[in-house]
Nanobody, 116 residues
């Protein structure tokens, strides 16, 4: 069983920045396609950024140009730099494989709240 652990969330004002990190057991993060997902209150969990095993990245339009997904192979982490945050970015953020391998459960996630 792979355990995903997300960290780095918090309360930030609109326009601010946060950097999230994700770790997992083994070499999943550094070798597999990985994605960042989020679930806003009252909404379904959605994939909004992913990175392929070869390093190609893709973002949904709502975060394009503001968020950046990357790997830190030295630390074996998946990172997400979030800039120009908006209130609508408020959600619980999760990492997982991409495409998602449903045999592994979700981590606890990390709460991001954008509010003045």
């Amino acid at each position: 069983q792979v355990q995903f652990v997300e960290s780095g969330g918090g309360l930030v004002q609109p326009g601010g920045s946060l950097r999230l990190s994700c770790t997992a057991s083994g070499t999943i993060v550094s070798r597999s396609g990985m994605g960042w997902y989020r679930q806003a209150p009252g909404k379904q969990r959605e994939l909004f950024a992913h990175i392929t095993s070869s390093g190609r990245t893709n973002y949904v339009e709502s975060v394009q140009g503001r968020f950046s997904i990357s790997r830190n192979n030295a630390r074996n982490t998946l990172d997400l730099q979030m800039d120009s945050l908006k209130p609508e970015d408020t959600a619980v953020y999760y990492c997982h494989t991409y495409p998602r391998l449903t045999m592994w459960t979700w981590g606890q996630g990390t709460q991001v709240t954008v509010s003045s």
